[in-house]
């Protein structure tokens, strides 16, 4: 299959961490995983278990407010956010979304986002846990790993300074 959706359904889960040479593998960010896509060599290091390393990225704060309606679509959400940072405006940062419009949209949804993240040139997008997260990770046969990532939600959320100042 597509190889960003194989991933969300198999492979993503909250809280990880995941290095990947597809540019897709952005995607797994709709899962609150910290996904990144890297070029072949790096990925050689990565799975040679020596160390991978990249600058400290800044983090960047989009509160999303409201929820989506009509006929508006997470599609929406990111180009909008494009208009706004343009194609440098992420470059370096991972993008945290939060808020009301955040835990009200789909899985899928949010893996579009973080998809489209290397719009604004951002080292990846991720999104807090949720109960949409829980209910994706039982619908694709996951249960245990959702049952732990519930127990631990408190956990799983943005930085408190992204929230403070976004």
């Not at 996904?35 to 600058?55: R, S, T």
Request: proline share 3%; with cysteine; aromatic share 8%.
């Amino acid at each position: 299959g597509i190889i960003h959706q194989v991933v969300l359904e198999n492979y993503a889960f909250p809280g990880g961490m995941m290095i990947g040479t597809d540019s897709h593998t952005v995607n797994a960010g709709g899962l609150g995983m910290i996904a990144i896509g890297v070029g072949g060599a790096d990925a050689c290091d990565v799975m040679a278990g020596l160390p991978w390393e990249l600058k400290w990225p800044k983090l960047i704060g989009v509160k999303l407010t409201g929820k989506l309606n009509g006929w508006t679509a997470p599609k929406d959400v990111i180009l909008k956010v494009a208009g706004i940072l343009t194609v440098k405006g992420g470059t370096g940062a991972i993008v945290e979304y939060f808020g009301e419009g955040a835990t009200s949209m789909s899985c899928t949804g949010k893996g579009t986002i973080c998809n489209m993240g290397a719009e604004i040139g951002a080292t990846t997008s991720t999104f807090g846990y949720d109960a949409s997260m829980s209910r994706y990770l039982k619908a694709t046969g996951r249960e245990e790993i959702a049952n732990l990532a519930d127990q631990i939600s408190s956990y799983l959320t943005g930085d408190a300074e992204v929230y403070a100042n976004p």
